[in-house]
């Protein structure tokens, strides 16, 4: 049926994607589907004239096994046609644009020149790459034979995937969070720090207000006393004067006279006076010590805060430098690991490319291993860049924390020396404040005693105003009350600002705090649903079949059972991805000539044609975003171990209205038959006065396009019309169709002339498609065939004797592909115990391949009960889906292993069955679901084992009778086999007294000394008897001196 077998060295690298192509390379092409044109030649007939640009592109895909572009051819043409079959068409330019994909210069204007009526031109090119065109249809194929039984073991090992992804992102979301915490958390900090500082400047102005407050209180109490006082002296001035005078003398200075009291007063007056300047001075000397103490104590501490937050800045400087340094090489580091990625990556390239033709697999896998070892000295060099790059980011991350560190050593530094700088402020306004109230309290008492003495005088001088003078005092003591209360306010007012201004810092600090946490919790949920994302992308491409390391697609092996019928599924998926419609659609699907009982379905499909070798199924149309499928059933029985192609697939199509490369075409200017002239007409009535206007017809057959007109004087120096049609879409003209312009008027003796300009061109309608065709290259089916084998190492043994039995299996693979692994299932009827230590088992291959690792041995149930039958279970490689291989094709697994017969009994039949499971990869990449079969070895083939119930019957008999003289006796025994066996090597004693002698016997014999006094024994051998047979030995004795021989020496003992 058009189908070329090959053998397996040429498929020996069959295993590829059913849905990107052909792994086979036949002698000839096998083209499924008659090419299709899309292009125009010639489109003449037509009852309209038209100018037509037909652009059109052929590309055709061929896909290799492995789901690569083996070959790609993109044509495409530009075929101008003039249809008219009259007119001729001239200077036709053709303005297009395209890229550096196609073989046309990009951007040019193609001069066509002139066309004759019915005929075309065709500019053709060629399309360079497929990588930035966009396939709008995908095509793949999924096969199942219906009679091979899947098991799902890959869902456990997805499950495992999915918790051990789970665990990972789990762990890196701990990780995001403790990292974003703690950059989080020294900010924040560092502001609670400063907010700490600030709710202590808070309670410093919370008491300086309250002192202050305190102040004010008793300072408005005194205010109230001394008017009160000032009030009762007024009252009292007139009533007391004279007895004021008492409070500054004692009686005997009061009996004394007033000139002496006058005297006094004004010595004391002078001394007094003399007293406050010392006082003054010796303040301010005390002053001046005080304050050199203070500046002594406070000044150094802050130079050295000062010197070391100096030190701080300088190393900051460093840090910061280090730290820029260390990024630096980050980035060349980052640009070293990109180069190298790049390296591996044409690497890669180049390796695929270079294997891409060699059929000799050992060619393939020396190229192979002298490019992976320049790609593992590549990523060895990309591991050392790497560990170079953390090491540099974890450096400038070690500077940068440094840098932090010092910033915020300079913030306490500042922070303590201002706190220095204000506790030296305080204690000098403090100390200055002690001793200027000292001060004052001294000088105030001298002074009060000065005004006393002074009053004193005045008031012995002038009684009357002694008073007044008192009462001046005292609302001079009230105005300064007052100062004094008013400054008290003025301070308390500046601590209240000062009070709020600190709140206002706090509440701005929190807020920081506030919009701190929400930057935490924002840049920390963004990383976690970036998290999740990735978590839920990687679970998604397990599910869904993507291998986990190298994200490409799995796909499915394909088997088929020798010499027996295979049901096959076939389903054809086809799926429209773009935005616009495809239309006639045409799939081809090849069978070879073993496949036979074709059904197909789909309601997708219009039209099915049936040809030698392949189905040849059609759609009219498929929508934006829709898939078709198309079901094949077939059957298949393989009578040859070989391989088998799953048969090519091509489809073609056509993509209306579009094409797939940039190609865009800008304009086509041309010219046919025209007449443009300018109407002249001199005014009736006006004589030299001149009616003027443009005439243009289209004289062809074909819609023209007037564009543009411009008409001038002779000089060039008057314009009369300048029309531009472009910014209406250019003037339209029919064939015969004619544009008069407006009149204008020129006054002239002579027939007025013109320079005239136009600019027009022909119309053409512009048609786009594309046929594209896709060659999906086949796979193959692998033949599963299996031999099975299994022997006794005894044939026969004894009825209710204990034997040691040793059974021995062969399972070899004779299929065409590996096998993956295997279930032995090997059964030990009752009257048998299996082994008893599971290390009697010898497991091993015919290539000397080490499988320890990969065997599970089980015995069921787990015991030595004869009395019931056990199954022994062998796995082989089911645990471990790394190994893609146990058995390979022509190799045999040997299992061997003792067992014991405890008491077989020979009226029981007994069967040794054995049932073999094998196993086969559903998927390629990753063996994780499997194919099996369950086989059982036929009756026919069981080994037997035979139970020989043997049981000796012997009868030994003596019989004593005169012999052949009167002094002779003969003694005979009679041995009788009256079992069913042959019964061997009996040996027969008897004794016989001393005092005889033997005189013959007719068997050979042997006297030994006997145990029993007086006797002598003879020994015979009878090497066997047969069943039922009767054996006699006679011998003669007589006296050895002559006397009679009694009964009792003659009966003696006969021993068997």
Request: proline share 2%; charged share 40%.
């Amino acid at each position: 049926m058009g189908f070329k077998k090959i053998s397996k060295d040429e498929l020996v690298s069959s295993q590829a994607p059913a849905f990107l192509g052909a792994p086979l390379e036949h002698v000839e092409e096998i083209d499924l589907l008659k090419e299709r044109r899309s292009d125009v030649e010639k489109q003449f007939g037509f009852a309209k004239s038209e100018v037509f640009v037909s652009n059109s592109e052929n590309l055709k895909y061929e896909y290799s096994k492995n789901g690569t572009l083996i070959n790609f051819i993109g044509t495409g043409s530009i075929n101008v046609l003039n249809n008219s079959k009259k007119d001729r068409i001239w200077d036709v330019k053709l303005d297009y644009s395209s890229d550096d994909n196609l073989s046309l210069e990009k951007d040019k204007i193609i001069n066509l020149g002139n066309f004759e009526p019915e005929t075309n031109k065709k500019v053709n090119y060629q399309i360079k790459d497929s990588e930035d065109l966009v396939n709008p249809i995908k095509v793949f194929e999924k096969i199942k034979v219906m009679n091979i039984q899947t098991d799902d073991l890959g869902a456990k090992l997805k499950q495992k995937k999915l918790k051990k992804i789970e665990q990972e992102i789990q762990e890196k979301r701990e990780t995001t969070k403790k990292k974003i915490k703690m950059s989080y958390g020294h900010k924040i900090s560092s502001v609670e720090d400063k907010i700490h500082l600030k709710n202590n400047e808070l309670d410093e102005a919370l008491d300086k207000i309250s002192k202050l407050s305190q102040k004010n209180k008793k300072l408005l109490n005194q205010a109230g006393l001394l008017k009160k006082e000032i009030d009762s002296l007024i009252e009292d001035k007139e009533k007391y004067k004279e007895k004021n005078i008492s409070k500054y003398l004692n009686k005997n200075q009061f009996k004394e006279e007033t000139e002496t009291q006058l005297k006094n007063a004004k010595e004391k007056l002078e001394q007094i006076t003399e007293r406050i300047p010392e006082v003054k001075t010796e303040y301010s000397e005390k002053k001046a010590v005080n304050i050199e103490n203070i500046l002594n104590h406070y000044d150094p501490k802050i130079k050295k805060l000062r010197k070391e937050m100096e030190n701080c800045i300088e190393n900051n400087k460093k840090a910061k430098k280090k730290e820029e340094e260390w990024e630096e090489k980050q980035d060349k580091l980052k640009t070293e690991l990109k180069e190298k990625k790049k390296e591996i990556k044409n690497l890669e390239k180049e390796k695929k490319k270079a294997t891409k033709d060699i059929e000799d697999e050992a060619k393939i896998n020396i190229v192979e291993k002298e490019f992976d070892v320049q790609i593992n000295d590549k990523r060895t060099q990309f591991e050392e860049i790497e560990k170079k790059l953390d090491e540099a980011e974890k450096k400038a991350d070690e500077e940068s924390e440094r840098q932090k560190d010092l910033e915020d050593k300079i913030d306490d530094l500042e922070d303590n020396i201002e706190d220095l700088e204000d506790k030296k402020k305080n204690e000098l306004e403090s100390q200055n404040n002690k001793i200027d109230n000292s001060k004052k309290d001294t000088i105030e008492t001298l002074e009060e005693k000065l005004q006393n003495t002074k009053n004193l005088i005045s008031h012995l001088e002038k009684i009357k105003d002694t008073y007044d003078a008192r009462i001046k005092e005292l609302k001079a003591q009230l105005k300064e009350n007052q100062e004094n209360l008013k400054n008290i306010n003025t301070k308390s007012d500046e601590w209240q600002e000062k009070k709020e201004n600190v709140e206002s810092e706090i509440n701005s600090l929190r807020a920081k705090i506030v919009e701190l946490n929400e930057q935490k919790e924002n840049k920390l949920n963004k990383k976690l649903e970036e998290i999740s994302q990735k978590e839920k992308e990687r679970k998604e491409k397990i599910l869904e079949g993507y291998h986990e390391i190298t994200g490409e697609f799995v796909r499915d092996n394909y088997f088929l059972l020798f010499n027996q019928e295979n049901r096959l599924k076939y389903s054809i998926f086809i799926e429209n991805t773009s935005e616009d419609l495809v239309e006639d659609l045409r799939i081809a699907k090849q069978f070879s000539e073993e496949f036979r009982d074709f059904k197909y379905d789909s309601s997708s499909v219009s039209d099915v044609e049936i040809q030698k070798g392949s189905l040849i199924f059609s759609i009219n149309s498929l929508e934006p975003g829709k898939k078709a499928e198309i079901i094949v059933y077939t059957s298949i029985s393989p009578k040859n171990r070989q391989m088998i192609g799953t048969g090519n697939i091509q489809l073609s199509y056509i993509y209306k209205n579009q094409i797939m490369s940039n190609l865009e075409i800008d304009h086509l200017r041309g010219y046919s038959h025209a007449m443009h002239a300018m109407q002249i007409k001199e005014k009736e009535t006006e004589p030299n006065k001149w009616r003027c206007s443009l005439i243009f017809k289209n004289n062809s057959e074909i819609d023209m396009e007037l564009k543009s007109i411009l008409v001038l004087d002779k000089d060039k120096e008057t314009k009369y019309l300048d029309i531009d049609f472009n910014s209406n879409g250019g003037k339209l003209l029919a064939p015969q169709e004619k544009f008069i312009s407006e009149e204008w008027e020129v006054a002239d003796e002579n027939e007025p002339k013109f320079f005239r300009k136009l600019e027009y061109s022909i119309t053409h309608s512009v048609k786009k498609n594309a046929v594209i065709d896709l060659r999906l290259q086949e796979s193959v089916f692998e033949i599963i065939d299996i031999h099975l084998d299994k022997k006794l190492s005894e044939s026969e043994i004894k009825s209710f004797e204990e034997a040691e039995i040793q059974s021995k299996i062969t399972v070899k693979n004779i299929g065409t592909t590996p096998m993956k692994g295997i279930m032995v299932k090997d059964i030990i009827p009752a009257d048998f115990a299996p082994p008893e230590d599971l290390t009697q088992f010898q497991i091993s291959t015919s290539s000397g391949r080490d499988i320890s690792d990969h065997v599970s041995i089980e015995v069921v149930p787990d015991n030595l009960d004869h009395s019931i039958p056990h199954d022994v279970k062998i796995s082989l490689n089911l645990d471990n889906i790394k190994s893609k291989v146990l058995i390979d094709v022509d190799e045999f697994l040997k299992i061997s292993y003792p067992f014991k017969a405890i008491k077989p009994n020979h009226k029981k039949t007994y069967q040794f069955p054995l049932e073999v499971t094998h196993y086969y990869p559903q998927e390629k990449r990753s063996p994780e679901n499997f194919y099996y079969l369950n086989e059982s070895l036929e009756t026919e083939k069981l080994p037997k084992l035979d139970i020989a119930h043997k049981r000796r019957d012997l009868l030994i008999g003596k019989e004593i009778f005169p012999g052949r003289d009167v002094d002779e006796f003969a003694i005979s025994i009679i041995i009788n086999n009256n079992s069913n066996i042959e019964v061997n090597d009996i040996d027969i004693n008897d004794t016989i007294s001393k005092s005889f002698e033997i005189v013959s016997a007719n068997t050979k014999y042997e006297i030994m000394e006997s145990e029993i006094e007086g006797t002598d024994m003879i020994s015979f051998t009878v090497e066997s008897i047969l069943p039922y047979q009767e054996r006699e030995i006679r011998y003669y004795v007589k006296s050895k001196d002559g006397e009679i021989m009694d009964q009792e020496k003659l009966e003696s003992y006969l021993l068997s």
